[in-house]
Each structure stands twice: as structure tokens, then as C-alpha cells.
């Protein structure tokens, strides 16, 4: 039986530290830490993850400022917002709401965020830094991952580390901040053959798939550390993740829950991003 690694435990030690240090800031520099939150139309699970962020903001002691626009918004209305938050000296970050409605264009807005503000790590002048390892800002889901995993005590150097799936916000950044640790990594997608194959091979197994119940025990290898980054929702309205988790947590040594595993962690690092730009804008770092 695996133990279950308790995302929401380290997020919670995440967030305290984050909040020690701004209220350090707040006392020893007078410096206030603001984040400033867009969301575009009524999509419910991104209006979950907007609650979510807001009350964390206020758990650590930032501002936080919502800005719910209706479905209908043009993209240069969503630019326009965009430049004034860039101005805007009270917000230290930008995070604007994924997924937007279809006839916005998401590169050009994540584009118009100044690189200084992108708390969630997604300008390409930031993704490059992740790229080259000379980043500041955190890619928050993954980053989060890599928090999970140093709690374990495994270390990541010379394992084999397969991410299923290869998109820009998960897939992607995991891959390379695993090989920064010096993992060997694979990535695998929907074109990969023999996956069950290559994932056997995993010392360390982070599905990102977006498919419920993917990854399944005869998939898993013998004492494998086990990240579930898959947060779905079933007909009968349960969260499930990429995961099976029932099979998959008797062969691993590690697992992660759906909820209380990944999830917690994206919003604590976003939380850690958001103080990191705040000293950076303030000169501090
Ligand atoms: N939608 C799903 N995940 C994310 C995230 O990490 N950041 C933003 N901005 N939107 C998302």
C-alpha cells in the first residue's frame, strides 16, 4: 500500500511562509502585496479556481482584485484591462483566467502581460527562462508537483520520470523542471506507442492527461512515486483524476489523492510567485 502524500498539508506550510514574509514586508517596508484576477464569462470550474485564489490571497495577506467580465467581452476590452492592471502599481500579478472564450485569443492576451506581473509563468519571455533554468516565477502546477515529490524524500536525480501529457501549463514545464533535478525524462502524449509499456519504466509517473481514470495499477511500476495532476468531474458530479487510484496506490510506494493532492498546491506556489514579483517590482530582489 502506498502512503498517500497530503497536498493540502504542504500547501498549508507553503502558504504559512508565504504569509510570514509579507507580513514582514508589510511592517519592516510598508510594502503591500496585490494580485489581480481576471475571469471571462461563467465557465463553473473556473469560477471554483478564482474562489479558490482569492481566499488564498487573503490566508497569506495580499490584496486581491477580481475582475469577472461577461462572456461577451471583445479581446481588446480584455487588452485594455490587461494594460491598466500592467500600470497599476497596487497589482504585483496578473493572472488572467484559462480557459477564455473561443473568440479571444489566448496567446495575445497572456502575450499583453507584462512579463514582471505573469505570476502564472506563461509569457514566453518567462518560458524561456524555465527553458534555460534561470527562472524566477514558478510554473505553479508543476512547480507544485516538485514540492510533492521533495515532501517524499525520493530523490529525482538519475530516475526515470515520465509526464503523460504535453501541454504548454503542465506537461511541458514539468518535463523540464524534472530534468533540472536531473531526472530522465519521457514524455509521453496521445501519438505514444507502447505506453503502458514506458510508463512501467516510471520511477516517478506525473499524469496530465485530462482523461479520468487513465493511468490504471497494471500501468504502474512496483514502488513507483505516483502525481496525479488530472482534476475531472464524472456524470455522477465526484472529482476523479488521471489515476485510478484504487489499483494504482497498491503498486506505488507514493500517491497523490484527487482532491487534496496537486490542486492545493498550484494556488500556494501562485501564492509564492505573487511575492517573489512583489519584490522584484519593489527593488528588493
Ligand atoms: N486554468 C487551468 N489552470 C490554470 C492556471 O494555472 N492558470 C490560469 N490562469 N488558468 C488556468
Redesign the pocket.
Known amino acids: 500500500m502506498a502512503q498517500i502524500i497530503n497536498g493540502k498539508e504542504v500547501s498549508a506550510s507553503v502558504k504559512a511562509a508565504v504569509a510570514a514574509e509579507t507580513a514582514q514586508l508589510r511592517e519592516e517596508k510598508g510594502l503591500k502585496v496585490g494580485l489581480a484576477v481576471v475571469i471571462v464569462g461563467d465557465n463553473p470550474a473556473s469560477r471554483v479556481?478564482v474562489n479558490n485564489k482569492k481566499k488564498a490571497c487573503e490566508e497569506v495577506g495580499f490584496q486581491s482584485f477580481e475582475y469577472a467580465l461577461d462572456e461577451n467581452t471583445t479581446e481588446e476590452q480584455l487588452r485594455d484591462l490587461v494594460d491598466v492592471l500592467n500600470r497599476d502599481s497596487r497589482v504585483n500579478g496578473i493572472?488572467?483566467?484559462?480557459p477564455l472564450p473561443k473568440h479571444i485569443n489566448e496567446t495575445a492576451i497572456i502575450n499583453a502581460i507584462s512579463p514582471e506581473k505573469d505570476v502564472?509563468a506563461f509569457h514566453p519571455s518567462n518560458v524561456g527562462k524555465i527553458m534555460i533554468g534561470e527562472y524566477s516565477f514558478l510554473p505553479?502546477?508543476p512547480a507544485g508537483v516538485m514540492e510533492l515529490i521533495a515532501s517524499t524524500g525520493v530523490e529525482i536525480a538519475g530516475k526515470s520520470c515520465v509526464v503523460i501529457g504535453r501541454s504548454n501549463?503542465v506537461g511541458k514545464p514539468m518535463a523540464m523542471l524534472l530534468l533540472h533535478k536531473s531526472g530522465t525524462v519521457t514524455i509521453c502524449h496521445s501519438k505514444t506507442q507502447n505506453l503502458k509499456e514506458i510508463c512501467l519504466g516510471a520511477d516517478i509517473l506525473v499524469a496530465a492527461v485530462g482523461k479520468p481514470n487513465f493511468v490504471t495499477g497494471d500501468m504502474v511500476k512496483e514502488g513507483a512515486v505516483v502525481l496525479d495532476v488530472g482534476i475531472n468531474r464524472l456524470e455522477n458530479g465526484k472529482l476523479c483524476g488521471d489515476v485510478e487510484f484504487e489499483s494504482a496506490e497498491k503498486k506505488a510506494s507514493y500517491i497523490t489523492p484527487v482532491p487534496g493532492g496537486v490542486g492545493p498546491m498550484?494556488i500556494s506556489m501562485l501564492m509564492k510567485n505573487t511575492l517573489t514579483a512583489a519584490k522584484q517590482q519593489a527593488g528588493l530582489i
Not at 493572472?95 to 484559462?98: G, I, K, T
Open positions: 479556481y493572472l488572467v483566467q484559462l502564472d505553479c502546477t501549463i498550484t
